[in-house]
Every structure is written in C-alpha cells, then in structure tokens.
C-alpha cells in the first residue's frame, strides 16, 4: 500500500516555466528504454539534460499532448516530483480507419506568456551551460541497434492505440526519493478517469519495471501481442526462446523487455485476445 500522498505535493497541468524541472526530473528517473540504449547516461549528465530540454520544449506547444505533473514545495522553492503525458485518441476525421490524437492543449494564460520569454533564457542557458561543460570523453551516443530495436519492439503490431478511441498514456516518471507515496497512482488516475467519463479505455506501454506498476496497482493488462524481449546487443528474443529459459532480456543481464498494456472502465470492453491478468 502506498503512504498517504503529502500534502505539500499539488497536481496540475505544467507550464512552460516548468521544462527545466521535469528535466531534471527525467535525469534522476530515466525510463528502462532510455537506459537501455545510453547506458552511460548517468555519467553524462549535462548531455542528457540538453536532450531533454530539446525535447521538452517541443512539446509545450503539441496542442495533442497534455502534460500534468506532481509539484512539491519546498522551503527553498517548488520541485516537480512527477510527471504524466497524455493523448486522446478518436476516429479520424478524413475518414480513414485509424483513431488520431486531437487537440488537447489548454489555451495559454497571460502567466503562460510573461513566464514563456523568462523559461525560454532560462532552458537556453541550462543548454549552453550543457554543451560547454560536457565531459571530456564524450562517450553519451545512441547505440542504433539497440534504438532500432526499442523502436520495434513498441511499434510492435497490434497498435491498439490507432483502432479505438482511448486516453493514451505515452510518459510517466516519479523522482526516486518520492516513490512509494501515491505519486504515480495519482497521476494515472487522473487520466483514467477522464477516460470514464469519455466510456473509453486506457492504453499505455513501457518497459517490465512499469509494467508491473500498471498492473498490479491499477489492474491493466497486459497485451500478449505487444510483448517484446531484446538482449543486450540488441537481437530480439522470441517467445519460445524466453519460454525454454533465455532469459538475456531482463534488466539485470542487460536487455530490456516490455509490452502494451489497458485499462477499461466498468461496462467497456475491448475485443482483443492474448490479454494477460497482472500477477
């Protein structure tokens, strides 16, 4: 069970003022995927906050994406402690079969305007400040195979999340020394919730770690379909393989395995077969 959520954490829709918090929040709480293919990115810090923060302000103006995160104040300031992306997904308007997402975004606020100029010089310095002091060996590169690998395994058919209308659930990370304390259930919830009251389920996906999460906290199932098992060179691992004890794709040897997982509300039901029960 997890402890009562503090008091002093708020939840709300980020801001632009807010990109170089949940940077820093993606450094001390990278996903298994992302470990993956830079396995030396805890030793690159200033490189990996630069990518973030590349990718972060790209998308506070995706009108599809809604961004929510967990606030903590603090004596000395406000730390972001979590953070959630989502995407509504319905049919497509041109009439093909696939489900796009559509515009989310809230309208900006006058806040949101005066703050952008301020966030923007902040986000750029962290950027400068990044690419001058990065360390000597740059050794912080992608490693394509295991990147083309990751990219597969996600896109892994079927993609339920382009044949119904759903809540996409596409990020979510928690800062390690507030685990244990709701953070995440909250952040999920909320989506979940607004996913009743649409009468549509929740499709989310990831790596084993988080996997379980959404299972066992928050009874999604898994989609047999969608599960993946890569070794640490990147070769992809198949079914029989990891049933008859290959086991190169857990964390601890160095791979990485993971699968689409869903949520449906009561009276919603999905016709899909291969789901597997969170254990």
């Not at 995927?33 to 630069?50: C, V």
């Amino acid at each position: 069970m997890p402890r009562p959520t503090p008091t002093e954490i708020t939840f709300r829709e980020w801001t632009g003022s807010d990109i170089v918090g949940v940077a820093e929040l993606f450094l001390v709480a990278p996903d298994d995927g992302t470990l993956y293919q830079f396995p030396e990115a805890k030793k690159h810090h200033q490189e990996m906050l630069s990518k973030f923060i590349r990718y972060l302000k790209s998308e506070l103006f995706n009108r599809k994406t809604l961004t929510r995160i967990a606030d903590l104040r603090t004596e000395s300031g406000e730390k972001i402690v979590g953070f959630s992306q989502w995407h509504q997904r319905v049919k497509d308007p041109k009439g093909s079969d696939t489900y796009m997402p559509i515009e989310v975004f809230r309208p900006l606020s006058l806040q949101d305007l005066i703050n952008w100029p301020l966030m923007a010089l902040e986000a750029t310095y962290k950027q400068l400040y990044s690419w001058l002091h990065q360390e000597a060996n740059l050794g912080l590169q992608r490693n394509p195979k295991k990147s083309e690998a990751i990219r597969a395994g996600r896109n892994r058919s079927p993609q339920l999340e382009k044949s119904i209308p759903c809540f996409q659930l596409s990020g979510l990370a928690v800062h390690p020394d507030h685990q244990g304390f709701g953070i995440a259930t909250k952040l999920v919830r909320w989506g979940m919730d607004q996913a009743k009251a649409k009468g549509v389920p929740v499709i989310t996906g990831g790596e084993e770690s988080g996997l379980k999460f959404y299972q066992n906290a928050l009874g999604f199932k898994r989609i047999r379909e969608s599960e993946y098992w890569i070794d640490p060179e990147g070769n992809n691992i198949d079914r029989e393989e990891v049933e008859k004890g290959n086991d190169l794709w857990k964390k601890v040897n160095g791979g990485v395995s993971g699968s689409d997982a869903i949520w449906c509300p009561d009276g919603i039901e999905v016709d899909l077969k291969g789901l597997t029960p969170g254990s």
